[in-house]
């Protein structure tokens, strides 16, 4: 007589369980082995939590964990720190330290009750995506300028000091902001510009219509001043939305929308009735890839590219084999008389391993290297690869083929899954959940403490006891800067610090934010 363990093992992945209610799934894998081993397959959870909180792993380089993962996500904890001004934190109350802003993570309640899923800092404003596809934000977007408290918030310095959200046409995909803007990507292929929370347009154009791999959004891509998208084919399209000729046209849609009078004011429910618009016009593409050397000997895919890190004025490339490739997006002359550079040192095992950090020390080498994620923020950038055998390469605006990568021993063979860059300080996220900061303190950006509650010496405190002294008399000068990747603790008083598993985590200017769960949930 069949039975249910008799059908192929992907028409149960496929088209079973995704059917079954939690708790069904559950009881299915106690049955024996074999559904054991299906119910918990990583695969299936990684698919089942896109499709059912709409969280992707795009920006991370997670391979496993994904039940735990949607065990949490059923109740995430979003938490904020570093420098406070111009409302960028999104907190009623700013908690008291040695510093007017805030030097350890504090949760930051959003009212709705929304499921926060991914995070995305600009310079002085945080982007949040819930498991629907909403977004909210929080602080102000252009941290330049100044609006009165009766601007509407097409105004971009209209700061938002407590999360609203966005009300737009179709949910939300993903998100990467610039230094004061933003790009998003939805549900329906449209890549959007946002300039100011109340008035994000569509770029209209036959490039990125979604009618086939060529013209598909696969990610967008904000760097200081400009936006771009890669498509699903491996083309590249960018444009700048502050120089003229878009900052023209932008600045008329702009005229004729004030004497309209939508100013796009916040509901008393706390929502951004945005007016989207859209702009036609062709953005520039990105001249194709160089001939690269052979970096997989037994693949026969061809070479394409399948991410974008962006800098203040440059693009940082990854291809599907793992070649890291840089090249200058200053402007449109710059793009167009421009070609990716090729980096080596950054892609080829032979190349890593010659490195001083590992000739020099006990640090152990790769014994094989495939870079497969990028991020990148203001002057510096880093090609990273998962497991427990990663590998951490960080370089800045200035590198160029013959440039050897920075490494810092503490994240190699560390399971390091993303990596992020503020201003001057950096965060490194592990497989295990801990949060790892380093560089300058930022006005509290590393998030390691308050440091007049840290003893002299520890990362985060005060060099010796005397500085401390005359810093909490003072109130300053700042600790100095930590080099030595260190530990961030969460749920600070509240006694459940190791009960916190980080899950995702987003920096700029000088703050941080990140996503949490409760390791003891359960389904």
């Given at each position: 007589m069949?039975?249910l363990?008799?059908?192929p ?5 496929d088209?079973?369980?995704?059917w079954l209610a939690i708790p ?9 082995r074999?559904?054991?081993r ?7 959870w990684?698919?089942?939590l ?5 969280f ?7 391979i ?6 949607y065990?949490?996500l059923r109740?995430p904890?979003?938490y904020?720190w ?5 409302g ?6 700013i908690?008291?330290?040695i510093?007017?802003?805030v030097?350890?993570p504090?949760?930051?309640k959003i009212?709705?009750g929304?499921r926060?899923v991914n995070?995305s800092?600009?310079?002085?404003a945080?982007?949040a995506?819930d498991s629907?596809?909403?977004?909210y934000?929080w602080g102000t977007?252009?941290?330049t300028?100044f609006a ?9 310095a ?6 609203l ?13 610039g230094?004061?803007?933003a790009t ?8 959007w510009t946002?300039?100011?929370?109340g008035?994000?347009f569509r770029l ?5 219509d979604?009618?086939s791999?060529d013209?598909?959004?696969a990610q967008v ?5 400009f ?14 939305p502050f120089?003229?000729?878009l ?6 849609r702009d005229a ?5 009078n939508?100013?796009?004011?916040a509901?008393?429910?706390?929502v951004?009735?945005c007016s989207?618009?859209?702009l036609h016009e062709e953005?520039?593409?990105l ?11 037994s693949?026969?895919e061809?070479v ?5 890190a962006?800098?203040e ?9 793992g070649h890291?490739l840089?090249?200058s ?5 710059a793009v167009?008389?421009g070609?990716?550079e ?8 032979e190349?890593?391993?010659?490195h001083?950090a590992y ?6 080498p790769?014994?094989s290297?495939?870079i497969?994620h990028i991020?990148?923020?203001f002057q510096?950038?880093?090609?990273y690869s998962p497991g427990?055998s990663s590998?951490v ?7 160029h083929a013959?440039?050897r990568?920075?490494?810092l021993p503490a994240?190699?063979?560390n399971d390091v899954?993303?990596?992020v860059l503020?201003?001057y300080?950096?965060?490194a996220?592990?497989?295990t959940?801990k949060?790892l900061t ?7 950006a590393?998030?390691?403490g308050?440091?007049?509650t ?5 990362p985060?405190?005060?060099?010796t006891?005397e500085h401390k002294?005359?810093?909490?008399a003072n109130?300053g000068p700042?600790?100095?800067a930590v ?6 603790r969460?749920?600070h008083?509240?006694g459940q610090?190791?009960?916190l598993?980080?899950f995702a985590v ?9 996503l ?8």
């Amino acid at each position: 007589m069949p039975v249910l363990s008799d059908l192929p093992v992907e028409v149960l992945l496929d088209n079973l369980l995704p059917w079954l209610a939690i708790p069904d799934l559950l009881h299915l894998g106690e049955t024996d082995r074999f559904f054991a081993r299906l119910c918990n397959d990583e695969t299936f959870w990684k698919r089942k939590l896109q499709e059912d909180f709409n969280f992707t792993d795009e920006r991370t380089a997670r391979i496993s964990g994904w039940k735990r993962l949607y065990r949490g996500l059923r109740n995430p904890k979003t938490y904020v720190w570093g420098e406070a001004s111009k409302g960028r934190l999104g907190l009623k109350k700013i908690p008291k330290s040695i510093i007017n802003d805030v030097p350890f993570p504090v949760e930051l309640k959003i009212e709705s009750g929304a499921r926060i899923v991914n995070l995305s800092a600009a310079g002085t404003a945080f982007f949040a995506l819930d498991s629907d596809g909403s977004v909210y934000v929080w602080g102000t977007l252009s941290g330049t300028s100044f609006a009165l408290n009766n601007d509407g918030y097409s105004e971009p310095a209209k700061p938002a000091h407590t999360p609203l959200k966005l009300d737009m046409p179709s949910p939300t995909r993903s998100i990467s902001c610039g230094r004061f803007h933003a790009t998003t990507l939805d549900d329906q292929h449209h890549v959007w510009t946002f300039l100011s929370w109340g008035r994000p347009f569509r770029l209209a154009t036959p490039a990125l219509d979604a009618t086939s791999s060529d013209s598909t959004p696969a990610q967008v891509e904000s760097g200081w001043h400009f936006s771009s998208v890669l498509t699903k084919s491996g083309d590249v399209y960018i444009w700048w939305p502050f120089a003229a000729p878009l900052k023209d046209v932008i600045t008329a849609r702009d005229a004729a929308m004030d004497a309209a009078n939508q100013k796009a004011h916040a509901t008393e429910d706390g929502v951004i009735p945005c007016s989207t618009w859209e702009l036609h016009e062709e953005p520039t593409m990105l001249p194709p890839l160089p001939q690269l050397p052979q970096l997989l000997v037994s693949s026969t895919e061809p070479v394409k590219l399948v991410k974008l890190a962006a800098l203040e004025s440059r693009l940082i490339g990854l291809t599907n084999h793992g070649h890291v490739l840089s090249i200058s997006v200053e402007s449109d002359l710059a793009v167009r008389s421009g070609r990716w550079e090729y980096l080596p040192n950054f892609s080829e095992v032979e190349k890593v391993q010659q490195h001083p950090a590992y000739v020099s020390s006990q640090l152990k080498p790769p014994r094989s290297l495939r870079i497969s994620h990028i991020s990148a923020q203001f002057q510096t950038f880093v090609a990273y690869s998962p497991g427990s055998s990663s590998v951490v390469l960080l370089g800045s605006h200035e590198t160029h083929a013959d440039s050897r990568p920075s490494i810092l021993p503490a994240l190699q063979n560390n399971d390091v899954i993303s990596v992020v860059l503020g201003d001057y300080h950096y965060g490194a996220l592990t497989s295990t959940g801990k949060l790892l900061t380093w560089g300058a303190y930022s006005r509290g950006a590393l998030g390691l403490g308050d440091p007049a509650t840290l003893l002299p010496g520890q990362p985060g405190g005060y060099r010796t006891e005397e500085h401390k002294r005359a810093a909490v008399a003072n109130g300053g000068p700042f600790p100095p800067a930590v080099s030595e990747p260190a530990e961030v603790r969460f749920g600070h008083g509240e006694g459940q610090g190791e009960k916190l598993f980080c899950f995702a985590v987003t920096a700029a200017g000088w703050h941080m934010g990140a996503l949490v769960i409760d390791l003891q949930v359960r389904f």
